[in-house]
């Protein structure tokens, strides 16, 4: 599985994205896919992801009602539809695919490239 990660951009607080994340390979559809991001100085965290039925999400409290993981099969593609954003979510996201629907970054196994996001106050 290979994942190519955009949609990051300059927004201001209060204001939308929406993240994609294009996977190529067979094994995609019966991947789970996440979002993580990290920030400058801090460590890769949790953000959001989605099982590969599209039925079970997860997503870390700091983003939980503003934040939206979904999945095109037929576009091979991950989305985060991110709202009312903060200039704490400012970081590099990255998005990957694993088995199981996890926070924990080590569990997936395949990771695209990462796509900045930066929110100003």
């Known amino acids: 599985v290979q994942l190519q990660a955009s949609g990051g951009a300059l927004v201001q607080a209060g204001g939308s994205l929406r993240l994609s994340c294009a996977a190529s390979?067979?094994?995609?559809?019966?991947?789970?896919m996440g979002w993580f991001r990290q920030a400058p100085g801090k460590e890769r965290e949790f953000v959001a992801s989605i099982h590969w039925s599209g039925t079970d999400t997860y997503y870390a409290d700091s983003v939980m009602g503003r934040f939206t993981i979904s999945r095109e099969y037929a576009m091979n593609t991950v989305y985060l539809q991110m709202n009312s954003l903060k200039p704490e979510d400012t970081a590099v996201y990255y998005c990957?695919?694993?088995?199981?629907?996890?926070?924990?970054?080590?569990?997936?196994?395949?990771w695209g490239q990462g796509t900045l996001v930066t929110v100003s106050s």
């Open positions: 990957a695919a694993g088995p199981l629907v996890t926070d924990y970054a080590g569990s997936y196994d395949y």
């Open positions: 390979g067979r094994t995609f559809s019966r991947r789970v």
